[in-house]
C-alpha cells in the first residue's frame, strides 16, 4: 500500500469509529438529558434553601414552622392542600409561591392569625418589584418550599394554650417569671424574628453605647417623652408587649408589631418573657 | 423484426452519461481519473485534468496546485497552521447551531445554555465540542507561531505574513475571550469582569474604553450584546478577512518554507533539487487533509465522550457576589501575574502593547539572514526565554500564588469550593450521617459506626479538614494569616429535608495579633440528585 492508500483506510477507519461513537452518545442521549433534569432540580433546591436561609428563616422559620401571630407555616399540610382554594388563586401552588415571595403582601389575608410585619405585611422580593432578588432565585427558593410537600405534617388544630390570656390590663399581677423559658420562647413567639436577628423592631441586645432592652425599661418609664402607663420597668415591658402602640419607641414607625400578644400570651409566658428582657442589660 | 437490445451499448452511453455528469460535479475529474485518484495512479489522461480543476473550481482555484517536498515533512509544520484552520471551521458549523438555542440577554442566557443541555439531543455535545475548539484553536495558533519563529519563516519575503499571523492571534482570543461571557455564569462574569477593567487603566481613555466595551459601568444587558455581537458577526468576519489574506500570501505568493537544512548553506544540488520537487495536490495533499480531517473530528469526538472533556458551567452571574478566586482565561493568567508585579496602567497596558508591537516588529528587528536554527543562537534564545517568562508569569496570575487568603477561608473554600464540586460535595449522598463531629487531636478511624458500610469518603474529607485545621493551629513558624492560635472546628450535618442536608463548616480561633476571638462558617445544601461533574 502507498501512503494515499493507507491515508484513506486509515481515514475511513476514523470517520467510522467517530459514526460508532457519536451514535452510541446519541442512544444515551433522552437518559442523560433526564438525569440532568433531575439534577437541575436538585441544584434549584440547594440554591433555594440557601437563599431561604439568608432572606426568609427570620419571618418563617428556619424549616419554615412559621411563626405564630406573625407568618404563616409553610411547610404544613394546609398550606399545600388548602392555600391555593382559601385564597382563590388559580394557578399551581408553586406558581403562587412564585408570584407571593415576587411582589409581596401589602396586607395580611389573616390578620388576626399572622399579622406579618405591618404594612406591608410582607416586602416584595422581586427586582421588578423593589426587592433584591432575581427571578430565577425566587423560583429556587419555590422549589425550596415545594420540597416540603412530601413531608408537611398536618397542623390543622390550633395550638391548645396552657392557661387564660394575659389580656392588655398591664397593671396585672404577674407570677414568678423564668428567664431561662423566656429566652426559648423569644424565637418559638416570634419575638427574634425583628428584635434579635434583624433590626426590625428595637434591638434587645447591648450594642455600642445602647444598653440592652432590660437597662433600657428601667428608665424609659420615667423618661419625659413617654406617653404610657406603666409605673415600673416590668409594667412598661408587659405594656410593649400586649398594646405596642401606647408607646413607640423613637425611629420605628407604629403598627409594625402584631397587636394581639394580649390574647395568645398566657400570664406565664408573658412573665417568663419579660424575666428574660429585664435580664439583657 | 425485433430489433434486440443492444446491451453493450447501453450500458456504454449510461457510463458515458454518469461520467459527464461526474465530471461536471468535480470540474473535470472522470470516473476513470476518480478511480486513479483513489489508487495513488498516475493520471489518466492528458493534459493533467488534476490541474484543470483548479482553475475551473472556486474552491479548487484558492488551492495551491503543488507544495514543494521539502515544505510538507511533518516535523516541519506539525500541520499546525492547516489544524487552526480546520478548528476556525469548526467553531463556525457548531457555533452557527448554538446560536438557534442562544438568547443573548441576562435574563435568558443562563436559561437556554440549561435548555440546551436539558432539551436539546446533542446539545451538550455541541457545547463541549464548541468549546474544545476554542481551546484548540488558541493553542494552536500559539504552536503555529512559536513554530514559525523556531524555523524562521518569517524572514524577508514572508514578514507581512507574520503580520497577519499576529492580527490572526489577537482576532482568536479575542473570539475565545468574547464567548466567554455567553453563558452568563458565574466564570464568565467575573473572567470578564476582570478582562474589561483592564481596559480602565489605559492612560487618558481608560474609562471611555470600559464603557463602549460594557454598555455600562457594569456589565449587565449591554454588555452582554456587544460581547454577543463581537462574538458572532465582527470578529468572525474580521477572522475570515484576514485568514483569506494570510492564506493566499502562502498559497499564492512565497508558498510554505523549506527546511533550513534543505536550503541554507552548504547542501547538495540534489537535495535541494529533491527538496524542491512538486507534490501535486490531487490527490497526494488532498486525500492527506481529508485524512486530517477526519483525524480531527475523531480525536474531538472522542475528547468529549470518551475523555470526558466538558464545556464547565457555574451557577447563574451574580453581580452581587464576588467569587474568592477568580481569574481569567487560561490564556490571559500571564496578563493577570504582570498585573501583581505592578502598577496597573503600566502592566496591564503599557507593556503588553509593548510586547505586541516587538512581536509585530519580529520580521524588522530581526535582520539575520539565516533560518537555522544553529546560525540565530540570539534569537532563538530569547524565543525560548519569552515562552519560560509567560510560563512564570502565568503561574504567578493564579489566584493560589500571593494572594494572602486567611486561613480559615482558605481551609474551607478548598473544602467546599464556591463553584465546582470540591472534595465535601464529591461525598456520596448515602455517606452524609447527620452528626455534630468536632475536630479532635486524633480523628476516628470511621466517622459513623451506625452506617452498614461506614462512610470512607466522608472521614477522609474530616480528616482533611482536621489536618488543615491541626496544622494552622500548632505551627508557630507560618505567617500570622496562616495561622489559627486555639482553633475549634466543628462539621454539623443535618438533615434538612427530603432528600436534603445542611452541612456547616465552622472554625473559631483566636487572631494572632489582637487576640479576639474570631469566627469563620459557611454553610451548604446537598441534595441527593445533584449532578456531579
Request: glycine fraction near 8%; charge should be negative.
Amino acid at each position: 500500500m502507498n501512503r494515499i492508500q493507507i491515508e484513506i483506510s486509515l481515514g475511513v477507519i476514523f470517520i467510522l469509529l467517530t459514526g460508532g461513537i457519536i451514535l452510541w452518545y446519541g442512544i444515551n442521549e433522552e437518559d442523560r438529558m433526564a438525569e440532568f433534569t433531575r439534577g437541575q432540580a436538585a441544584s434549584a433546591i440547594e440554591v433555594g434553601a440557601a437563599l431561604y436561609e439568608t432572606n426568609c428563616k427570620d419571618c418563617h422559620g428556619p424549616q419554615g414552622e412559621g411563626v405564630p401571630g406573625l407568618c404563616p407555616p409553610l411547610n404544613d399540610k394546609y398550606f399545600f392542600t388548602e392555600r391555593v382554594d382559601e385564597v382563590g388563586w388559580s394557578g399551581t401552588i408553586e406558581d403562587y409561591i412564585v408570584a407571593t415571595v415576587s411582589s409581596g403582601r401589602l396586607t395580611s389575608t389573616r390578620p388576626d392569625r399572622y399579622a406579618g410585619q405591618g404594612r406591608p405585611a410582607m416586602p416584595p422580593w422581586a427586582e421588578s418589584y423593589g426587592g433584591p432578588l432575581r427571578e430565577d432565585q425566587i423560583r429556587n427558593i419555590a422549589a425550596f418550599i415545594m420540597n416540603w410537600q412530601a413531608t408537611a405534617p398536618d397542623r390543622s388544630q390550633e395550638p391548645v394554650m396552657a392557661g387564660p390570656p394575659v389580656g392588655t390590663d398591664i397593671t396585672v399581677e404577674l407570677p414568678e417569671g423564668n428567664p431561662a423559658l423566656g429566652e426559648g420562647l423569644a424565637t418559638t413567639k416570634g419575638c427574634a424574628g425583628c428584635h434579635i436577628s434583624q433590626a426590625i423592631g428595637p434591638g434587645w441586645a447591648a450594642s455600642g453605647s445602647v444598653p440592652g432592652v432590660g437597662a433600657r425599661a428601667e428608665t424609659r418609664y420615667s423618661a419625659a417623652d413617654y406617653t404610657g402607663q406603666a409605673t415600673s420597668a416590668q409594667q412598661y415591658l408587659l405594656e410593649s408587649i400586649v398594646n405596642p402602640n401606647a408607646y413607640v419607641v423613637e425611629g420605628y414607625a407604629a403598627n409594625l408589631m402584631p397587636q394581639n400578644y394580649g390574647e395568645t400570651l398566657t400570664a406565664q409566658e408573658a412573665a417568663d418573657l419579660i424575666a428574660y428582657m429585664l435580664s439583657l442589660k | 423484426m425485433n430489433r434486440t437490445l443492444d446491451f453493450q451499448d447501453l450500458r456504454k452511453k449510461a457510463i458515458q452519461a454518469l461520467d459527464n455528469r461526474v465530471r461536471i460535479i468535480t470540474a473535470g475529474l472522470g470516473l476513470n481519473e476518480l478511480r486513479a485518484v483513489m489508487r495513488g495512479d498516475a493520471p489518466t489522461e492528458k493534459p493533467n485534468p488534476r490541474y484543470k480543476v483548479h482553475t475551473t473550481s472556486f474552491l479548487f482555484h484558492i488551492r495551491p496546485r503543488y507544495y514543494e517536498k521539502g515544505s510538507t515533512i511533518f516535523a516541519h509544520t506539525f500541520r499546525l497552521g492547516f489544524f487552526t484552520s480546520f478548528f476556525f471551521f469548526v467553531e463556525l458549523l457548531t457555533g452557527l447551531i448554538l446560536m438557534i438555542y442562544y438568547t443573548p440577554s441576562p435574563a435568558e442566557a443562563y436559561d437556554s445554555i440549561l435548555n440546551l443541555m436539558s432539551n436539546v439531543p446533542f446539545g451538550k455535545m455541541l457545547r463541549d465540542i464548541h468549546r474544545l475548539g476554542a481551546e484548540g484553536m488558541v493553542i494552536f495558533t500559539v504552536l503555529h507561531m512559536l513554530r514559525t519563529f523556531l524555523t524562521g519563516s518569517y524572514k524577508k519575503e514572508r514578514s507581512f505574513t507574520w503580520l497577519t499571523g499576529v492580527v490572526l492571534l489577537g482576532v482568536t482570543l479575542l473570539l475565545s475571550f468574547s464567548g466567554y461571557l455567553l453563558p452568563w455564569d458565574q466564570l464568565a462574569y467575573w473572567a470578564v469582569t476582570i478582562g474589561t477593567s483592564m481596559a480602565e487603566a489605559a492612560p487618558l481613555f481608560g474609562n471611555e474604553a470600559n464603557l463602549l466595551l460594557r454598555g455600562a459601568p457594569d456589565i449587565g444587558a449591554g454588555g452582554l450584546l456587544r460581547f454577543y455581537l463581537l462574538h458572532v458577526v465582527l470578529l468572525p468576519l474580521a477572522a475570515i478577512l484576514v485568514i483569506s489574506i494570510h492564506y493566499y500570501k502562502v498559497s499564492r505568493e512565497h508558498g510554505i518554507s523549506l527546511p533550513a537544512s534543505m536550503e541554507e548553506g552548504d547542501v547538495p544540488a540534489e537535495v535541494k533539487k529533491n527538496a524542491r520537487q512538486r507534490i501535486d495536490f490531487i490527490p497526494d495533499l488532498f486525500t492527506h487533509e481529508v485524512f486530517l480531517v477526519s483525524l480531527g473530528l475523531f480525536a474531538m469526538v472522542a475528547g468529549v465522550t470518551l475523555l470526558g472533556y466538558s464545556a464547565p458551567l457555574e451557577t447563574i452571574a451574580n453581580p452581587q457576589v464576588t467569587p474568592l478566586d477568580t481569574k481569567a482565561p487560561w490564556y490571559f493568567w500571564w496578563l493577570q501575574g504582570m498585573l501583581k508585579l505592578g502598577d496597573k496602567s503600566l502592566m496591564g497596558i503599557i507593556l503588553p502593547t509593548i510586547l505586541v508591537l516587538l512581536l509585530v516588529g519580529v520580521p524588522y528587528i530581526d535582520r539575520n539572514p539565516y533560518r537555522s536554527l544553529y546560525k540565530r543562537p540570539f534569537a532563538v534564545g530569547i524565543g525560548i526565554l519569552s515562552v519560560l517568562v509567560l510560563v512564570v508569569l502565568s503561574y504567578m496570575g493564579l489566584p493560589q500564588y500571593g494572594i494572602q487568603t486567611p486561613a480559615a477561608t482558605r481551609i474551607i473554600q478548598d473544602l467546599v469550593p464556591e463553584e465546582g464540586v470540591g472534595p465535601l460535595r464529591g461525598v456520596p449522598y448515602e455517606q452524609l450521617s447527620a452528626g455534630i463531629y468536632e475536630v479532635g487531636e486524633s480523628v476516628p478511624r470511621d466517622l459513623c459506626p451506625s452506617l452498614d458500610f461506614g462512610c470512607p469518603d466522608l472521614t477522609a474529607v474530616f480528616r482533611e479538614f482536621s489536618e488543615r485545621v491541626n496544622f494552622a493551629a500548632t505551627q508557630e513558624d507560618l505567617q500570622p494569616f496562616e495561622r489559627l492560635p486555639d482553633a475549634q472546628a466543628v462539621m454539623v450535618i443535618e438533615d434538612w429535608q427530603t432528600d436534603l442536608k445542611k452541612i456547616t463548616l465552622r472554625i473559631n480561633w483566636n487572631d494572632v495579633i489582637t487576640g479576639d476571638a474570631k469566627s469563620y462558617e459557611k454553610h451548604i445544601f446537598l441534595h441527593r440528585e445533584r449532578v456531579h461533574e
